[in-house]
């Protein structure tokens, strides 16, 4: 199925935009490149050197910043608390509480695997995404980055909303098979989301997961103008342009 010409051209347009500029109000508005890498420059110092200095007990700043700046590369892969502690030469409680206030400041998010009905499903690792998705230098981390974005803005308004008690996962197993994302009310799977920079065919573990979860699945695929269905035995996979299938999410 395409799209029309205009409604695509807008959406991809924007969907370019939040790439470059990030979705924060200032840069995104302003609409150039060398001004968003300043603010984002300064949003970082600000935050560290201001805002989690000021309001926690956190005394080691330049370690922080370092930790922040790792974080970019880790995108999109269960994150591993002990190797960062390990790179920082710090403890690992120390790790794990900068995380989270990370968290609370709106820097990251952190998404926790989904384990029901999943066979040696990995429980503990979560996973990391940074609201600003533009310091992402890797093209393929950046776009699962911005999915996610995407994805979590929409959970969360739903639960505003009262929709229900809406919830963001991952799944990967110890055989290393893995989708991006699930979304889940109340415990219960909904739909699996898988992020593609290319690839218009379906991954054996999206495959896989949805004949196990018995629920809707779809890739977003980053270069793609229309959308396909593709049969999974008794059921099917949306293959769908990324920038399109978010832009109709409330």
């Not at 009262?162 to 055989?175: D, T, V, W």
Request: charged letters at 25%.
């Amino acid at each position: 199925m395409q799209l029309a010409d205009g409604g695509r051209q807008q959406d991809r347009d924007i969907w370019t935009a939040l790439s470059r500029l990030s979705g924060f109000p200032e840069p995104y508005l302003l609409g150039k490149e060398r001004s968003y890498l300043r603010w984002s420059r300064a949003y970082a110092q600000q935050l560290i050197r201001e805002d989690i200095r000021d309001l926690t007990d956190v005394k080691l700043i330049s370690d922080l910043e370092s930790l922040y700046e790792l974080l970019p590369s880790k995108v999109g892969s269960p994150l591993s608390i002990t190797s960062l502690a390990r790179d920082l030469k710090v403890a690992y409680n120390s790790i794990s509480n900068w995380l989270s206030i990370f968290e609370r400041f709106f820097m990251i998010i952190r998404l926790a695997p989904w384990t029901g009905k999943i066979a040696r499903a990995i429980q503990k690792e979560t996973k990391v995404y940074l609201w600003d998705s533009p310091r992402i230098e890797n093209a393929a981390q950046r776009f699962e980055n911005m999915v996610a974005l995407e994805l979590w803005r929409a959970v969360q308004g739903w639960n505003d909303l009262g929709y229900g008690r809406f919830s963001l996962h991952f799944i990967k197993n110890k055989e290393q098979e893995e989708v991006d994302f699930l979304i889940a009310d109340r415990r219960k799977p909904l739909l699996l989301v898988e992020a593609k920079q290319a690839d218009t065919q379906a991954t054996p573990a999206l495959k896989k997961f949805q004949e196990r979860l018995k629920i809707p699945a779809v890739q977003l695929v980053q270069e793609l103008e229309g959308y396909r269905l593709l049969s999974n035995r008794d059921q099917s996979i949306m293959i769908a342009p990324a920038f399109h299938w978010l832009a109709q999410l409330p």
